[in-house]
């Protein structure tokens, strides 16, 4: 059974770069035509897609994070990372990583965004 693992630090500085990682047992982040995933949720509103890293390692952003997202991987230690950049107060949310095909998803770890 996949299962997955948000970690990171829990309180980012406005202007930092926010940093995640997801690591992935059960199963491998190569598998052929997996995508694995970046949500998070703010306080009080629903689910929010991210971006996303497919088996290949080609990613995908939503448009409104696409100039300060990206995701990379380590297929070494079947591990995928979320970066990203310029936070407010407004990315403050509970992050998950998440697979599509499986389903799977993280516990979910807060970030926090404050000075």
């Known amino acids: 059974q996949v299962q997955l693992q948000e970690s990171g630090p829990g309180l980012v500085k406005p202007s930092q770069t926010l940093s995640l990682t997801c690591t992935v047992s059960?199963?491998?982040?190569?598998?052929?035509?997996?995508?694995w995933s970046w949500i998070r949720q703010p306080p009080g509103k629903g689910l929010e897609w991210m971006g996303v890293?497919?088996?290949?390692?080609?990613?995908h952003y939503t448009p409104s994070l696409k100039s300060r997202i990206s995701i990379s991987r380590d297929t070494s230690k079947n591990q995928f990372s979320l970066h990203l950049s310029s936070v407010t107060p407004e990315d403050t949310a509970v992050y998950y990583c998440?697979?599509?095909?499986?389903?799977?998803w993280g516990q979910g770890t807060q970030v926090t965004v404050s000075s």
């Open positions: 059960g199963g491998s982040i190569t598998t052929n035509y997996y995508a």
């Open positions: 890293i497919l088996y290949d390692g080609n990613t």
């Open positions: 998440a697979n599509w095909e499986t389903p799977s």
